[in-house]
């Protein structure tokens, strides 16, 4: 595993702790643009992430990148995580890895 360059977990209203570092984070894809994608944190909040979309966006999307502001990343790399993903399951992972069990995460 490289941990040179970690990405905190983060969900929507975790972002303004990350501002300026990597992070990583899954949204529901609600709109894609030729250089963005509009999507739904797992806590059900807006993200705007720079960057073209893969060229068939799935529902859900994992992004990781740069978080320049508490609701927009620009991404390093974008994962489609097909139409069939658990929101809340990944919504209580980001609560887990910024709380009382950071120190399990890198």
Not at 2 to 23: E, H
Not at 28 to 33: F, H, L, T, Y
Not at 65 to 94: H, Q
Request: aromatic letters at 10%; one cysteine or more; proline letters at 5%.
């Amino acid at each position: 595993m490289d941990t040179s360059s970690p990405s905190a977990f983060v969900n929507g209203s975790l972002m303004r702790r990350y501002i300026g570092q990597k992070v990583r984070t899954v949204v529901q894809v609600i709109g894609s643009d030729v250089g963005s994608v509009v999507g739904k944190s797992t806590d059900d909040l807006q993200i705007f992430v720079k960057g073209s979309p893969p060229t068939t966006p799935t529902t859900y999307l994992e992004v990781i990148g740069i978080a320049e502001s508490e609701n927009s990343i620009r991404a390093e790399v974008k994962t489609n995580f097909g139409n069939n993903f658990d929101p809340l399951n990944y919504n209580e992972l980001c609560k887990l890895a910024n709380g009382e069990f950071k120190h399990f995460f890198i």
